[in-house]
């Protein structure tokens, strides 16, 4: 089941500089887009999602572009902190079915 | 302070056993998730639960698996004989609305392992 796709497994910034995570999908069904952090040992968090009727979602330093001809969504972080080091998993759902989809995820490390 | 708790927080089993895995939601939520992420892997579905019943399984949810809401506050998730492909983070999470109206709050998980 790859109908969500993160390509990059891991991504490092510096402190202060643009974070961009990019998330693929391939099911044009699926119309609600979310992006969620994970640390260690805990469970992921919500952090931002986008609908199909927008292209773009802002949450202070957070971001969530969505392209839907190019079946593709980013998160940008601006500025990165270093607390924003985590997994971050890309998500979508489609209104036919009950249940969320997660991309294997992207590694964020930002460093000092 | 998480929409849920989940117990345990680690669970080692022999292969074979069954075991239970809990979740407490703190707030009314309507619908209930189990995922999973296998070490390194993503996060996969497993099964919904609305109205006290099923709504929607993957393919991993076979008949080793089942859920239920014994007492209208506790969702457990059931493995009748665990498997060491069995072993991963189990997520359980919650929703005030079906998905694709609002985001998903998970708990912190339980660590199943299966020796």
């Known amino acids: 089941d790859q109908q969500v796709k993160q390509n990059s497994p891991s991504l490092s910034v510096q402190e202060g500089r643009i974070s961009i995570l990019n998330c693929d999908y391939t099911?044009?069904?699926?119309?609600?887009f979310l992006w969620y952090k994970k640390y260690p040992a805990e469970g992921p968090t919500f952090l931002i999602s986008?609908?199909?009727?927008?292209d773009k979602n802002e949450d202070g330093r957070f971001t969530v572009f969505l392209n839907k001809s190019a079946k593709h969504l980013s998160l940008h972080i601006v500025p990165s902190q270093p607390g924003d080091s985590a997994v971050y998993f890309c998500?979508?759902?489609?209104?036919?079915?009950?249940?969320?989809?997660f991309g294997a995820g992207t590694r964020l490390t930002v460093k000092p | 302070e998480p929409e849920v708790t989940q117990t345990p927080s680690h669970q080692v089993t022999q292969m074979g056993q069954e075991v239970i895995l809990r979740c407490v939601p703190i707030?009314?939520?309507?619908?209930f998730y189990w995922y999973r992420q296998i070490l390194g892997q993503k996060v996969e579905f497993l099964v919904s639960?609305?109205?006290?019943?099923?709504?929607?399984k993957s393919e991993i949810f076979d008949d080793q698996f089942s859920v239920e809401r014994p007492d209208g506050s506790n969702f457990t998730l059931k493995i009748r004989s665990t498997k060491l492909e069995d072993s991963a983070m189990y997520f359980c999470?919650?929703?005030?609305?079906?998905?694709?109206?609002?985001?998903?709050?998970f708990g912190n998980g339980t660590r199943l392992t299966v020796t």
């Open positions: 998500a979508a759902s489609a209104p036919s079915g009950n249940d969320m989809r």
């Open positions: 099911n044009s069904m699926f119309d609600y």
């Open positions: 986008i609908s199909s009727i927008k």
């Open positions: 707030s009314n939520h309507l619908y």
């Open positions: 639960f609305y109205n006290n019943e099923i709504s929607e």
């Open positions: 999470a919650v929703s005030p609305l079906q998905v694709g109206n609002s985001p998903l709050h």
